[in-house]
């Protein structure tokens, strides 16, 4: 909560400075025109005071230095709108960068806080259980069980330490691909049968087109629908079904997620594929996640060059559609 409300302040203090200088710089622009004006008025009645009343071509040169004044004016004018634009257009370029900035580095903070949490939840867990495992006699059926869950943490921070290692090999372009003819159908039915084997009571409905083959990197395509499927049973009620869709078109290929959960609110969704952002904040959201989830899905499309978007699933929940192009 400190950290929330020291945040605020920061882009509170940042946004007043930003304001008061950009105010300070248009101020400083008008009194700049206004003097320059005033000192073209002050050099034209000059020229005015040095022409003779008796001159013969007095109309001539009147005319000649109300053009000159007047083209001065026009100069300062069409010079000033000029830098003026220029600079507005600077100022909003770098606001909007700033703000991005500070949204990032929030995104950053909540994403520490997250990845912390991962971590020492598995941690505590492993270590308990093989504490538990060399301090008490236990029957066969028991150690089972918790070597069991001690590899089911292990499996998880197998995947968190994946997630965030290959996050920064696709932001700097390092990943190295194995791009083949993969299988869509069987990759799809063998994480949805495994899926249903880890959560035995959450309902699927699959309808999966047999032997529809794409270019793609299998590792890759695991960890997309992977992180679907465990996008839509974290934000979903158990009593609730998942439904995937998988169907070959004559141009693509369509991959489709659908929960029955909280959904997304239409100004989020634009949001959500950014790097450590999650809906909420850290300190109140009950649901796991480190913000690299959705994030990793619409890096692993764009190396395939396929879209991913997210719609509503009327009366409720959210449908993720990946379409995959067909060569």
Not at 125 to 154: F, G, S, V, W, Y
Not at 182 to 203: G, N
Not at 247 to 274: C, H, T, Y
Request: glycine share 4%; hydrophobic share 40%; charged share 20%.
């Amino acid at each position: 909560m400190k950290m929330r409300w020291f945040n605020i302040s920061k882009l509170k203090f940042v946004n007043f400075i930003y304001w008061v200088f950009l105010t300070y710089m248009i101020a400083a622009f008008i009194w700049w025109y206004v003097s320059l004006e005033k000192q073209n008025s002050e050099i034209a009645t000059v020229k005015f005071q040095s022409i003779r009343l008796n001159d013969p071509a007095l109309y001539q040169k009147v005319k000649s230095i109300e053009a000159f004044e007047a083209r001065k004016t026009k100069q300062y004018i069409y010079e000033g709108v000029t830098f003026l634009f220029l600079f507005l257009l600077g100022a909003i370029y770098v606001y909007r960068s700033l703000l991005k900035q500070l949204r990032y580095s929030n995104q950053q903070q909540n994403f520490m806080m997250a990845v912390t949490h991962e971590l020492k939840t598995p941690i505590a867990i492993t270590q308990l259980n093989i504490e538990t495992l060399l301090k008490r006699e236990l029957d066969p059926a028991q150690k089972k069980m918790l070597i069991e869950n001690t590899l089911k943490e292990t499996h998880r921070l197998d995947a968190l330490c994946n997630n965030i290692l290959l996050a920064s090999q696709l932001d700097m372009g390092k990943y190295e691909s194995n791009m083949q003819d993969v299988d869509l159908s069987d990759i799809v039915q063998k994480l949805v049968d495994s899926f249903q084997e880890r959560f035995e009571q959450r309902a699927l409905i699959t309808t999966i087109t047999p032997s529809v083959f794409i270019q793609a990197e299998p590792l890759l395509i695991q960890l997309l629908v992977n992180n679907l499927l465990d996008n839509a049973h974290k934000y979903s009620s158990l009593s609730s079904p998942i439904t995937v869709l998988l169907s070959s078109q004559k141009n693509q290929v369509q991959l489709i997620i659908k929960d029955e959960g909280v959904g997304i609110p239409m100004e989020e969704r634009a949001k959500i594929f950014e790097k450590f952002y999650r809906i909420g904040d850290e300190s109140t959201r009950t649901t796991k996640g480190t913000g690299l989830g959705l994030y990793l899905c619409k890096k692993i499309s764009e190396f395939h060059q396929a879209t991913i978007n997210v719609e509503s699933n009327m009366p409720n929940g959210s449908v993720f559609k990946i379409n995959f192009p067909i060569s």
